[in-house]
């Protein structure tokens, strides 16, 4: 899955608010996580955070010998929510893009899926300006989904939420004809789901680097070289020892760390 920020403005503003460097102990860590993302990000009935992405953030602190308080956060608020000092790290499906480098730095990816659209079975949607125009397509907000859409169905009504399960609700009452996500998150998420009954993909998949980048990685402030450097290190370091494989395996039967399978 893949995302881009529309605060990138607010970001930079508090790009140099504070100095660079890891947790103040060397040895606690807080990450940012979002919980409204599945199979990577969710809450559960009894309020328990489970995911791909929880699993690897803790992961990765067990790798790194480091106390992790993992904190919940709107995605579109977690940048600047990271330039405040709020966090020390996003763990959050967020893609590598260009525009956001501007302004955070980047492990190296930790997965990499395309995006694409869904919508009701059978509605053979015209994906093209002229067939889109009037269309309504739900986007989460702040996402690569969203500049994305929103730079290439121009003759479609772009709607924007705050959160992605808000969308399939919305496309599953019929209030927009379609929606633009990952589309593992779009298959574990509401096509598997009694919600998506009906519903199916829409079209090719979506990779242009352009907008979506080099896969997912976890941002941190410009400047936390150290922290940046024990991050990659742990990312090579669960893969070298199966316990990638192992979350890998427990959400997906593909390799996601490449790219989901394009059939």
């Known amino acids: 899955m893949t995302r881009f920020a529309s605060f990138l403005a607010l970001a930079a503003f508090v790009l140099f608010a504070a100095e660079p460097g890891l947790a103040a102990d060397g040895k606690k860590l807080r990450i940012a996580v979002e919980g409204a993302y599945p199979p990577f990000s969710e809450v559960t009935p009894s309020g328990q955070l489970k995911g ?22 709107d995605f579109d608020g977690m940048i600047p929510a990271l330039q405040a000092r709020k966090f020390d790290a996003i763990v959050a499906s967020m893609s590598i893009t260009p525009e956001r480098q501007k302004v955070v730095a980047f492990t190296d990816r930790y997965y990499q899926t395309p995006a694409r659209l869904v919508a009701k ?22 996402t690569i989904h969203d500049r994305f859409a929103t730079a290439t169905f121009k003759g479609a009504e772009i709607v924007r939420y705050t959160k992605q399960d808000e969308v399939f609700l919305d496309l599953a009452a019929g209030r927009i004809d379609a929606t633009l996500q990952d589309s593992v998150a779009a298959d574990v998420g509401f096509l598997k789901t009694p919600l998506g009954k009906g519903y199916g993909y ?45 979350i890998q395996d427990k959400y997906f039967d593909f390799d996601v760390y490449g790219e989901a399978p394009k059939k």
């Open 202 to 246: 829409v079209g090719p998949f979506y990779d242009d680097e352009t907008f979506f980048g080099v896969g997912a990685g976890i941002a941190l402030r410009k400047g936390d070289t150290e922290l940046q450097t024990k991050l990659n290190a742990a990312i090579k370091g669960i893969r070298a020892d199966g316990t990638y494989k192992k």
């Open 121 to 142: 079975s059978g509605s053979k949607l015209e994906l093209t300006p002229e067939g889109l125009k009037g269309k309504k397509i739900g986007v989460q907000r702040s």
């Open 52 to 73: 791909f992405d929880i699993d690897i953030a803790n992961a990765l602190c067990a790798q790194m010998k480091v106390e992790c308080t993992l904190v919940q956060q």
